[in-house]
C-alpha cells in the first residue's frame, strides 16, 4: 500500500499546485480589472490578495481543520465506555490497517445512515458515524464502513481533501466577490488607468468574468474527478481490512436508499460522506459527481469471489475499467487474502433497538441522567431538568428526580470531557 499512499500524495501535491495556480490567475484577472493603480501593479496586488487569503485559510485548517468539521457536522465524542463494541470494531480495524494510533471516534445525531473520516495525519485522525448508521446496519456492514473510513486515513485521503477542500473554497470566494461586486458597481472597472484604452479594459474586463465564472467549476472538476478515484482505492482498502466484501457492499446499498435531501447543507461536508447524500438524492453522477455510482462500487465487491486482496480488487475493477486502478508495484506485493465470512450466529439487525442505544450514547455523552422505570421504560433527565418529579408516560408512575443525580450525570460528562482534553 505504500505505493498507493505515495502515488496519492504525488496527485495532491499535482492538484493542489494546479488549484493554486488557478486561483493566482482568478486573483490577477480580478484585481486588474478592479484596482485602481497601473495594470502590473493591479495584477500583483490581486494575486497577493488571493494567496494571503488562502494562507489564512490553509492556516486555520492545519491548526484546527479537524475541530471545525466535526463541528460542523455536530459531531459529539465518544469515549469506550459509552459505546463499547462501536470502540471494539474501530480497534479492530487500526490493527489491521497498522495505523498506529487509533482514531477518535464521533456520532451524529441524524437518523440518515452515514460517515465520514478527518486528519491532517494519523495522529489527529477521526472516524464520524451517524445514529442511523448505527441502527440499519448490523456489526459486519457496520465494521466495512469503519473500515471504509480508516482506508482514507491510511491512504493519506483526509489531507488531501482538507487542503483541496480549502483550495476549492477560496476560489469559490473570490469569485462569488468579484461577481458581487460588478453587481454593486454596475458592472464599472475601478481602475481607470489612463494607460488602459476603453478597448483594453473590456478585454481585462471579459477575461476576468469568464473566469471569474469557470473557474469554480474547473476548480470542482479537478477535485471530483481525483477524488472518486479515492473511493474506489477506499473500497479495496476495506475489503482487505476486514477481508469480506460483502459487508461494506451491502452497508452503501443501505447507506445509497436512505439518504435525504436535507441530511447536509453543507457542500464542504458532502463529499466527504462515504456516499455523498447530495448525489445521492440528486442523482447526480457524471464530471461533477464527487464520488462514483454506488452501484458501480457494489458491483466491484462482489466481484471479489475467489479473495479478499489489493489484487482480487483489481481483477473485478478491471471488468468494468480495463485501464486498471492500483499501481503494478502494490499489486506484487500484495499478499494473498481469503474471504473470512462472518459467524452464521451474527444477530440479525434490530432497527428500532439499535436506534434507542445509539440515542442513549448520545444522552450519556450530553449529561442526561437516567432513572429506570418498573414498567421497563427508562427516562431521560436533561441536566437543566428543574422540577422534583417526573412522570412516565408509559405506566404514569411519578418518579423523585434529585437534583444529585442530575448534577451526576453533568459532572460525569465534564470529567469525561476534561479527561479526553
Not at 67 to 72: E, G, P, V
Not at 197 to 208: E, K, R, T, V
Request: charged share 20%; aromatic share 6%; with cysteine.
Amino acid at each position: 500500500m505504500w505505493d498507493v499512499i505515495a502515488a496519492n500524495r504525488r496527485r495532491s501535491i499535482f492538484l493542489i499546485v494546479i488549484l493554486g495556480t488557478l486561483l493566482i490567475i482568478l486573483g490577477v484577472s480580478i484585481g486588474s480589472y478592479f484596482l485602481p493603480s497601473e495594470p502590473a501593479e493591479s495584477a500583483l496586488y490581486g494575486a497577493l490578495l488571493g494567496l494571503i487569503i488562502w494562507l489564512v485559510m490553509l492556516l486555520t485548517s492545519f491548526s484546527s481543520g479537524e475541530r471545525i468539521l466535526l463541528a460542523t457536522a455536530g459531531a459529539r465524542e465518544v469515549s469506550k465506555a459509552d459505546a463499547p463494541q462501536l470502540h471494539n470494531i474501530v480497534e479492530e480495524m487500526k490493527i489491521a490497517s497498522g495505523l498506529p494510533v487509533l482514531p477518535k471516534i464521533y456520532l451524529i445525531d441524524s437518523s440518515v445512515p452515514n460517515a465520514f473520516a478527518v486528519g491532517l495525519k494519523p495522529e489527529r485522525a477521526a472516524v464520524a458515524i451517524t445514529t442511523g448508521l448505527m441502527a440499519k446496519l448490523n456489526r459486519s456492514e457496520l465494521q466495512g464502513v469503519i473500515a471504509h473510513e480508516i482506508g482514507h486515513i491510511v491512504n493519506r485521503d483526509t489531507l488531501f481533501i482538507t487542503l483541496a477542500g480549502v483550495t476549492v473554497g477560496v476560489i469559490i470566494i473570490l469569485a462569488d466577490l468579484y461577481l458581487r461586486g460588478l453587481i454593486y458597481s454596475g458592472g464599472g472597472s475601478r481602475n481607470r488607468s489612463s494607460s488602459k484604452s476603453g478597448s483594453g479594459n473590456q478585454i481585462a474586463f471579459l477575461i476576468s468574468l469568464i473566469l471569474a465564472i469557470l473557474a469554480p467549476f474547473l476548480a470542482q472538476i479537478l477535485y471530483f474527478a481525483i477524488s472518486r478515484k479515492r473511493e474506489y482505492l477506499a473500497d479495496a482498502s476495506a475489503a482487505q481490512f476486514t477481508r469480506y466484501p460483502e459487508g461494506l457492499a451491502s452497508a452503501l446499498e443501505k447507506i445509497s436508499d436512505n439518504q435525504e435531501k436535507n441530511f447536509s447543507k453543507s457542500r464542504t461536508l458532502a463529499p466527504m460522506y462515504i456516499v455523498n447524500p447530495l448525489s445521492a438524492w440528486e442523482g447526480s453522477s457524471g464530471l461533477f459527481s464527487t464520488h462514483p455510482p454506488t452501484a458501480e462500487r457494489v458491483r466491484i465487491l462482489r466481484g471479489m469471489m475467489h479473495g479478499a486482496s489489493l489484487k482480487d480488487y483489481e481483477k473485478s475493477y478491471r471488468k468494468l475499467f480495463p485501464e486498471g486502478l492500483i499501481a503494478p508495484a502494490s499489486l506484487t506485493a500484495s499478499k494473498e487474502s481469503p474471504i473470512h465470512k462472518p459467524d452464521a450466529a451474527e444477530k440479525p439487525t434490530n432497527n428500532k433497538k439499535q436506534l434507542r442505544e445509539a440515542k442513549d450514547i448520545l444522552h450519556k455523552i450530553n449529561g442526561y441522567a437516567l432513572i429506570a422505570c418498573a414498567c421497563g421504560v427508562k427516562l431521560k433527565i436533561p441536566p437543566e431538568f428543574q422540577h422534583s418529579k417526573v412522570r412516565c408516560p408509559k405506566c404514569k408512575r411519578l418518579h423523585n428526580v434529585s437534583q444529585k443525580l442530575l448534577a451526576a450525570g453533568l459532572a460525569a460528562n465534564i470529567l469525561e470531557q476534561t479527561q479526553k482534553h
